[in-house]
């Protein structure tokens, strides 16, 4: 199991109120398992998703990431943890324009600790595993939106993280190259045996989602097979 997530709440403070965005949500992830998280806007899919990407501390409840307890640690120690333990994918892309594909990747392995020869050699790998070895030297700019977000999986998936955490991979993607992304997300999710969470409103996700879990109004209401 990579994500254990017990009765987890989380309440914002705006001035005199007090904001109850999650309402005690348990779930799990195992590795090589996609899960589909869906739900309206407001529903608290953003919230629960930094909660479990360790940006964001609960308010209660309790966090196991990787077979480390998250829940209590400080803003160090979860930096730690996420860097170590966790690959995000966002529907930006959120690509250094000025780095080429291999450097996009390479950097993200840098900040997780790896030395420049390690970093090198585990980038080139990322992105022949996601088809982008002749588009090693490209910048972002010379590349087409589904192959910026190849880039992106490259970059989230390297160095083998145990939990892959996807927001809205294919919001900025065609139909087409939506349903490349996907079937290439299931492919490295089976094979290095993550655990992924994408959140998204595209009903194609749940062809390849093992699970489907529906969030309203701060509540997991129900879970599709």
Do not use: W
Not at 42 to 53: A, D, E, M, V
Not at 87 to 92: K, L, M, V, W
């Amino acid at each position: 199991m990579s994500i254990r997530a017990e009765a987890l709440t989380k309440t914002f403070h705006e001035g005199q109120l007090d904001v109850p965005v999650l309402r005690g949500i348990s779930l799990r992830l195992d590795r090589g398992e996609i899960v589909a998280l869906e739900g309206p806007s407001g529903s608290g899919k953003t919230t629960l998703l930094s909660i479990l990407g360790c940006i964001l501390s609960p308010t209660s409840g309790t966090l196991e990431i990787d077979g480390t307890q998250a829940d209590g640690l400080d803003a160090a120690a979860l930096a730690t943890l996420r860097k170590r333990s966790i690959g995000f994918i966002f529907q930006q892309f959120n690509l250094f324009p000025s780095l080429t594909t291999v450097e996009n990747v390479e950097y993200a392995l840098s900040v997780r600790g790896y030395d420049d020869r390690q970093a090198r050699a585990e980038a080139e790998r990322a992105i022949d595993a996601v088809g982008l070895a002749d588009r090693a030297g490209f910048f972002p700019r010379d590349l087409s939106g589904g192959q910026k977000q190849r880039v992106a999986i490259a970059r989230a998936l390297a160095g083998r993280p145990p939990v892959l955490l996807a927001d809205e991979p294919t919001a900025n993607l065609d139909s087409e190259n939506g349903t490349k992304v996907l079937a290439m997300l299931k492919e490295l999710t089976r094979r290095d045996r993550t655990a992924t969470l994408i959140v998204t409103h595209d009903k194609a996700v749940r062809a390849i989602a093992d699970r489907v879990l529906t969030i309203r109004d701060g509540l997991i209401d129900e879970v599709d097979s």
